[in-house]
């Protein structure tokens, strides 16, 4: 399995705008969907945005389309999640994954990812 780690949390108002980012080391990345996640205390893991391994296809929650974007640079082994108009609901523990079958595309679902970061805090202030 791939290490991820994830950084580029914070407090930001409502209407701001952070990036997130998600480090891989360790394991295969660039055959590999990503996912972004996001949970909040008493709920379960939300499914937030995905790109596929080549970067080229991207999928959003309904929530968050047209406001968040995911990027990846397989160089680097990174992934980005670049969250603008930023609101109070957007408040959540925000987690990368990695999709568990190779050069497939990813999912809604957290059950299907086999490689999770830490998680990183986003609160949003109104």
């Known amino acids: 399995q791939v290490q991820l780690v994830e950084s580029g949390g914070g407090l930001v108002q409502s209407g701001g705008s952070l990036t997130l980012s998600c480090a891989a080391s360790g394991g295969s990345f660039s055959e590999y969907s990503m996912g972004w996640f996001r949970q909040t205390p008493g709920e379960e893991r939300e499914f937030v945005g995905g790109?596929?391994?080549?970067?080229?296809?991207?999928y959003y929650a309904n929530p968050v389309k047209g406001r968040f974007t995911v990027s990846r640079d397989n160089a680097k082994n990174t992934v980005t999640l670049q969250m603008n108009s930023l609101k109070s609901e957007d408040t959540a523990i925000y987690y990368c994954?990695?999709?568990?079958?190779?050069?497939?595309?990813?999912?809604?679902?957290?059950?299907?990812?086999?490689?999770w970061g830490q998680g990183t805090q986003v609160t949003v202030s109104s």
């Open positions: 994954a990695r999709y568990s079958a190779r050069m497939s595309f990813g999912n809604i679902y957290a059950r299907d990812y086999d490689s």
């Open positions: 790109i596929s391994w080549s970067g080229e296809t991207k």
